[in-house]
């Protein structure tokens, strides 16, 4: 894992939004801020999957690639479907 | 808000799949897996904001729309704005 | 429909976008730079679903909105299945 | 490339989808049923970058990581920019 502190740390600030948007629900505040806070974790939350997918494929996709064999043809299309789940959602 | 103790129960879950995220990074876990629960959370914190929007449509909006005058396109518009900011993120 | 001919102007360029991106495949052009060119029309489609929702909204839902009734609420609903579709795709 | 002649096919379908969105809009149909439009071009447009994508990574990528060095590294950075661009489109 590419930067393990710095994914540690996204994660503390992601967990410590979500806490945020609970308390934004229950003191009813603005709708138009609640999803405004929702677009931000989601785009903290994709910017965490693209680095760590970035970092898989770098290490973990391209040893087993060298590698070679079957397993590597199962990395790569394990890691697509990684990709297509981020992609449609 | 249509139903706040659904929402407050959502994001209470929410917020557990972030620390789960968080112990997946400290734990060193299969990138793949991390990758797919975040695809997760991205999932349930994207409900959340339908579900939120659909009531500010279907109150606030409708309210100020009816109630008329400046406020109404103001409001149609603020909605548009954080519907692009959802469909961007 | 705010702007029409800028709507149609746009059209006509998506148009020449997928025939252009046909014409990739045909000559079997670098993969990466086909994504490119898909991520591009895909944005340029999105630009398009928000300006027709954007007028949709100032137009449409708030004359219905301001004449009130069922079909006030009707509105709103079917906007926010639109929009809830435009954010999955 | 996987299977050239369903992608050919498949652009062509989404060329000619992009022409009745021109002809949608100059006929001022309604908008609701233009967005649903727009989201079936982007679905089919995203399907076809992730066919194209799994193919990319099944043979190019594959092939550069197994032959190695620089090219292999190269290779799988490109990839991972070109999901980037899907992922935030």
Do not use: F
């Not at 740390?9 to 629900?25: P, S, T, V």
């Not at 929702?38 to 680095?51: D, E, N, P, R, Y």
């Amino acid at each position: 894992m590419g930067n393990k502190e710095g994914y540690l740390r996204r994660l503390k600030r992601i967990e410590g939004q979500a806490r945020g948007l609970h308390r934004m629900i229950e003191e009813e505040q603005y709708c138009i801020d609640i999803l405004t806070q929702i677009s931000a974790v989601t785009k903290a939350l994709q910017s965490v999957a693209l680095g760590l997918l970035d970092d898989h494929m770098a290490h973990c996709v391209l040893a087993a690639a060298q590698a070679g064999g079957e397993a590597a043809e199962e990395k790569m299309a394990e890691a697509s479907e990684a990709i297509a789940r981020l992609v449609r959602s």
